[in-house]
């Protein structure tokens, strides 16, 4: 055996004469699955010129050269191109294509070409934590909670929960969207002109101190946000550098159809906002969240536009006077389906906290989908 494995290898590498030389490719496609994977860039460690006509493109050295390629240490597949090909069309060489790289044998006078490389590998699992309405602590779902009054939230199983601090004061409420993004109503908007002292505050559950504060590049109003009517309140604030997600920081999903949520469903909000009415002072600094049901009767307020707006109550007995208070303006109405949780509007107005005679009225997502995702769409590609 000693004697026939450099036969074998002879043979295999030199054996062949097609078209200049042949390539032996394990490789059917060039496709990565982008939800599980992705392309490292392109890598060109040896020039077939300088190497005794080889080329040798080995995802075992690149990975400890090139801290691109740190995360293959699994390899799902592997695409190559030619820079540059021997002028000589009568070249003797032979190439392999495999998940471990490519792989050409040539000689002095019969030069392999000059091979380039790229590798689908498994996304990092930072990344892969992106997707969106995951949360990997359970929260409270069926225990009577309650923002006013001060029931606690478990910590971090809100992960898209974000505090809006200006100078260094808690003032709304919002949630992450994307890695740059943060949704939440016009009304908390009102500081463009002094951006240098209102941070994004993710990843806490004690807002004094956990989490991590993030500057701001522009926030962006609603075209026809009406304030005085408290109509098209909603906002989006672009973050000055991206959000790192983990466990305890995460997007939540965005609701994109009209109906939803429906009537009578389930639904939590969640803040740390007041804790008693106009007692300015009672602000909480842990992430405390209530129990609420969609209802269709918000009559008493001019302004309500169903359309664009979801009403909000109390679930019931054990939930009476629970709700949102000043402070938890901008918050998401969190919806739970299909093992996800979704954002179904953002907290805009009530009179009083929590009262059983005014219901809580959110701003709905869904009727906003499309500029939200314009808006998104055009800060990542800028």
Same mark, same amino acid.
Request: hydrophobic share 35%; net charge negative.
């Given at each position: 055996?000693?004697?026939?494995?450099?036969?074998?290898?002879?043979?295999?590498?030199?054996?062949?004469? $097609?078209?200049? &030389?042949?390539?032996?490719?394990?490789?059917?496609?060039?496709?990565?699955?982008?939800?599980?994977?992705?392309?490292?860039?392109?890598?060109?460690?040896?020039?077939?010129?300088?190497?005794?006509?080889?080329?040798?493109?080995?995802?075992?050295?690149?990975?400890?050269?090139?801290?691109?390629?740190?995360?293959?240490?699994? %390899?799902?597949? $592997?695409?190559?191109?030619?820079?540059?090909?021997?002028?000589?069309?009568?070249?003797?060489?032979?190439?392999?294509?495999?998940?471990?790289?490519?792989?050409?044998?040539?000689?002095?006078?019969?030069?392999?070409?000059? @091979?380039? %490389?790229?590798?689908?590998?498994?996304?990092?699992?930072?990344?892969?934590?992106? *997707?969106?309405?995951?949360?990997?602590?359970?929260?409270?779902?069926?225990?009577?909670?309650?923002?006013?009054?001060?029931?606690?939230?478990?910590?971090?199983?809100?992960?898209?929960?974000?505090?809006?601090?200006?100078? &260094?004061?808690?003032?709304?409420?919002?949630?992450?969207?994307? *890695?740059? =993004? #943060?949704?939440?109503?016009? =009304?908390?908007?009102? @500081?463009?002109?002094?951006?240098?002292?209102?941070?994004?505050? $993710?990843?806490?559950?004690?807002?004094?101190?956990?989490?991590?504060? #993030?500057?701001?590049?522009?926030?962006?109003? =609603?075209?026809?946000?009406?304030?005085?009517?408290?109509?098209?309140?909603?906002?989006?604030?672009?973050?000055?550098?991206?959000?790192?997600?983990?466990?305890?920081?995460?997007?939540?999903?965005?609701?994109?159809?009209?109906g939803e949520p429906p009537l009578d469903t389930t639904?939590?909000?969640?803040?740390?906002?007041?804790?008693?009415? *106009?007692?300015?002072?009672?602000?909480?600094? %842990?992430?405390?969240?209530?129990?609420?049901?969609? #209802? +269709?009767?918000?009559?008493?307020?001019?302004?309500?536009?169903?359309?664009?707006? #979801?009403?909000?109550? =109390?679930?019931?007995?054990?939930? *009476?006077?629970?709700?949102?208070?000043?402070?938890?303006?901008?918050?998401?109405?969190? @919806?739970?389906?299909? &093992?996800?949780?979704?954002?179904?509007?953002? $907290? +805009?107005?009530?009179?009083?906290? &929590?009262?059983?005679?005014?219901?809580? %009225?959110?701003?709905?997502?869904?009727?906003?989908?499309?500029?939200?995702?314009?808006?998104?769409?055009?800060?990542?590609?800028?």
């Amino acid at each position: 055996m000693l004697i026939l494995i450099p036969t074998l290898t002879y043979f295999l590498f030199f054996s062949s004469k $097609v078209f200049a &030389g042949q390539e032996l490719s394990s490789s059917t496609n060039n496709e990565c699955n982008s939800e599980i994977a992705s392309w490292t860039p392109w890598f060109n460690t040896q020039n077939p010129k300088k190497t005794n006509g080889n080329d040798i493109e080995d995802i075992s050295i690149i990975r400890k050269a090139h801290p691109e390629a740190a995360r293959c240490d699994t %390899v799902l597949n $592997v695409e190559y191109s030619v820079l540059g090909k021997s002028n000589n069309d009568t070249s003797w060489y032979q190439t392999l294509i495999n998940n471990n790289g490519v792989f050409c044998m040539g000689s002095s006078t019969s030069h392999c070409p000059d @091979y380039s %490389v790229r590798f689908c590998c498994p996304l990092k699992r930072q990344d892969t934590l992106q *997707q969106c309405g995951q949360t990997f602590r359970q929260p409270h779902l069926n225990s009577p909670l309650r923002i006013v009054n001060g029931f606690e939230a478990i910590p971090h199983s809100l992960p898209w929960a974000v505090s809006l601090e200006y100078k &260094g004061v808690h003032d709304c409420g919002g949630v992450i969207i994307d *890695q740059w =993004h #943060i949704l939440t109503a016009a =009304h908390c908007l009102d @500081y463009s002109n002094d951006l240098q002292n209102f941070y994004v505050r $993710v990843g806490a559950h004690n807002r004094l101190t956990s989490g991590q504060l #993030i500057p701001v590049a522009e926030l962006i109003i =609603h075209p026809t946000y009406d304030e005085p009517r408290s109509t098209d309140d909603i906002g989006i604030i672009r973050l000055a550098s991206p959000i790192t997600f983990s466990q305890n920081i995460q997007p939540i999903c965005l609701v994109d159809s009209i109906g939803e949520p429906p009537l009578d469903t389930t639904v939590y909000v969640a803040g740390w906002g007041n804790t008693a009415h *106009q007692v300015w002072t009672s602000s909480s600094p %842990v992430l405390l969240q209530a129990r609420l049901r969609v #209802i +269709s009767d918000c009559s008493m307020y001019f302004a309500y536009e169903p359309e664009k707006q #979801i009403c909000t109550a =109390h679930s019931g007995p054990a939930d *009476q006077d629970h709700g949102s208070c000043q402070g938890d303006s901008g918050g998401g109405l969190l @919806y739970f389906k299909n &093992g996800r949780w979704y954002a179904g509007g953002v $907290v +805009s107005y009530a009179i009083g906290c &929590g009262r059983q005679a005014f219901p809580t %009225v959110f701003t709905k997502t869904a009727a906003y989908i499309d500029w939200i995702r314009t808006i998104t769409n055009r800060s990542m590609s800028s």
